[in-house]
């Protein structure tokens, strides 16, 4: 919240942060064609991204990308999820 204080409000401050996110957020480099690695598939969210990319035509997902898409995530939570436990 420190970064906030030089900004008037809210919205320039969000602004202002979404070129270091985007950068910090690797699968947003995968989709936009930045750094298109296969190892990025690695990370739970490239799944849930590329489903939002598909739903507005900028992608067209391959039969194995959909199925990533949903199961890899869930199975990364039920990871998770026995770990936690």
Do not use: K
Not at 20 to 39: R, T
């Amino acid at each position: 919240f420190a970064s906030s204080l030089p900004f008037a409000s809210v919205s320039d401050w969000f602004l202002s942060t979404t070129v270091p996110l985007a950068v910090l957020a690797l699968p947003v480099l995968h989709l936009s064609g930045v750094w298109p690695n296969p190892v990025l598939y690695l990370i739970p969210t490239q799944g849930p991204l590329l489903l939002f990319a598909a739903a507005f035509d900028e992608v067209t997902l391959a039969p194995w990308q959909l199925i990533y898409a949903v199961v890899y995530p869930l199975v990364c939570a039920m990871l998770l999820y026995r770990l936690a436990h």
